[in-house]
């Protein structure tokens, strides 16, 4: 199964609503994971079974999406929000495909 | 606290190996799924290679199949990724994950992460 995310990047302010889409390329039921990456750290998971909201993760993020279409919205966006963010299917492997990132930077 | 830690990163020829240990705690070891995922210098997130709770079940991404083997020690709370005929391809940070469904056969996604260590294969 392949993921593709869309857009690649985007520029965006504090305060803006984001959306980012990540799409497989066969049904992946609800299996799918969010995670947030800032420079040099490890993965943060945000997001998983589609839009099962992590412990501890603000609900300024959000997940939908079932099958091949999936969203993460960050309804409004914080200064610690920009990082590069990636989807990941967990329903068919191997392999647990990541999508290949969406990075958030300031406009 | 719930934590991983890995170890045993450094620079290795190619064709050399490299045994990367994960020390778990804060957690019932034995309980969850585990993970290896590793980022290429400037490059996305890739799986690595995943074993159940059980260890009934062992998966390896098609780039390292034959070559890396993945085993835990669950005495010593440990996750262990043995990597052989290693090539200039394999250089990345290497990530450890807990799968957040305990006891599960299902994977739901990667909760605990360690701080990664780093694989630099070069001559």
């Known amino acids: 199964i392949q993921l593709t995310q869309s857009p690649s990047s985007l520029s965006a302010s504090v305060g803006d609503r984001v959306t980012i889409t990540c799409r497989a390329s066969?049904?992946?039921?609800?299996?799918l994971a969010w995670y947030q990456q800032k420079p040099g750290k490890a993965p943060k998971l945000l997001i998983y079974?589609?839009?099962t909201l992590q412990s501890g993760v603000p609900s300024r993020f959000s997940g939908s999406g079932s099958g091949t279409d999936f969203t993460l919205t960050i309804s409004s966006l914080q200064p610690e929000d920009f990082a590069t963010y990636y989807c990941?299917?967990?329903?068919?492997?191997?392999?647990?495909?990541f999508g290949p990132g969406t990075k958030v930077d300031i406009k | 606290e719930v934590q991983l830690v890995e170890s045993g990163g450094g620079l290795v020829k190619p064709g050399g190996s490299l045994r990367l240990s994960c020390a778990a705690s804060?957690?019932?070891?034995?309980?969850?799924?585990m993970n290896w995922v590793r980022q290429a210098p400037g490059k996305g997130l890739e799986w690595v290679s995943s074993?159940?709770?059980?260890?009934?079940?062992?998966y390896f991404a098609d780039s390292v199949k034959g070559r890396f083997s993945i085993s835990r020690d669950i005495a010593k709370n440990s996750l262990y990724l043995q990597m052989n005929s290693l090539r200039a391809e394999d250089t990345a940070v290497y990530y450890c994950?807990?799968?957040?469904?305990?006891?599960?056969?299902?994977?739901?996604?990667?909760?605990?992460w360690g701080q990664g260590t780093t694989v630099t294969v070069s001559s």
């Open positions: 994950a807990r799968d957040l469904g305990r006891g599960s056969r299902h994977y739901y996604g990667m909760d605990v």
């Open positions: 804060g957690f019932t070891f034995s309980d969850y799924s």
């Open positions: 074993i159940s709770s059980s260890d009934s079940y062992i």
């Open positions: 066969q049904g992946v039921s609800s299996y």
């Open positions: 079974a589609a839009s």
């Open positions: 990941q299917q967990l329903n068919s492997y191997p392999p647990f495909t």
